[in-house]
């Protein structure tokens, strides 16, 4: 069947992928496929055909209507963690990195972010053990790092981006992937392609600032043990030039700016930071602990 797959996504004449990502049967069928299939062969079954098969990827999820294909197969129990076993394996990570950059790539991934059920999905995905890893690589990559600008200046991933914040457990999740070697400069890169190559700071943090909860969402990160301490002041704050930085972003966002989206925003996150502790909300979270096998509760 894998094989079957292969030939069928690299040789079939486009309509007729239209009309195989047309059906949500097709979709449950794949998943059913695939989850019969262990990780490490996936991967490398995907690995000795990364030349072609990430391009006929890409040209499948550009027809229209692949996005709610995608969801559907997603939406499978279990497909979350054949994904991260994949992900886990040098091969599939590689995989899954050339796919990412294919061109127009970017636009289908932001379609797929915009259905509720792909956001749930990814947010179980990054539950998974070993996830962490597989992100962190990505981030040391520059063309990687450009990528994740691009993307997380979208209305609609902006708005996934609060709601995964506000997640109990992954804002913990979050801080402890920002402490790991390169995630603080993959930040500073990002900020930096929002200020110098696109000029664009300005408007990003505008549109960000006024998504829904996000002044909680930002709360729940800045409380987490290790945000202030361990990846503000030790490690982001130190980068070399940094405030020249900073001033260039001010500069962008302006008076107005900053009266009307930076000190607003920066009150409601005090707030929030006020009725989390009030609430007892450290008291009442599930503490998270990261180790090599991932995030997970106390228990297990």
Known sequence: MGSFLRRFIVAVPPHLVRRFLQYKATAKLVASVVLKTKAEASAAWAHRRRQELPMAVARACAVPGAELWAMNFCATEGIEIWLAGVLNDPRGA?????????????????????????????????RQPGVYRFVTWLNRDPEMQKWFARIAKREDVMLF??????????????????????????????????????????????????????????????????????????KFLWQEGLGDLALEAATLVGVRGLMETVLPLAFAVVLAILAFYFQGFDNRAVPVVFTDRGIGGQND
């Open 94 to 126: 590689g995989f899954a990195k050339r796919l990412l950059l294919q061109d127009g790539f970017i636009d289908k991934v932001a379609d797929f972010l915009s259905f509720n059920e792909a956001r749930r999905f990814v947010i179980r995905l990054l």
């Open 161 to 234: 981006i609060t709601e995964l914040l506000q997640e109990p457990g992954l804002d913990k999740f979050i801080v402890q992937l920002l402490l790991r070697r390169g995630n603080d400069k993959a930040l500073r890169s990002m900020l930096d392609f929002w200020v110098h190559t696109e000029g664009s700071f300005a408007s990003v943090f505008g549109s960000f600032s006024k998504k829904p909860g996000v002044d909680r969402a930002l709360a729940r990160v800045v409380i987490s043990p290790g945000f202030l301490d361990g990846f503000v002041f030790r």
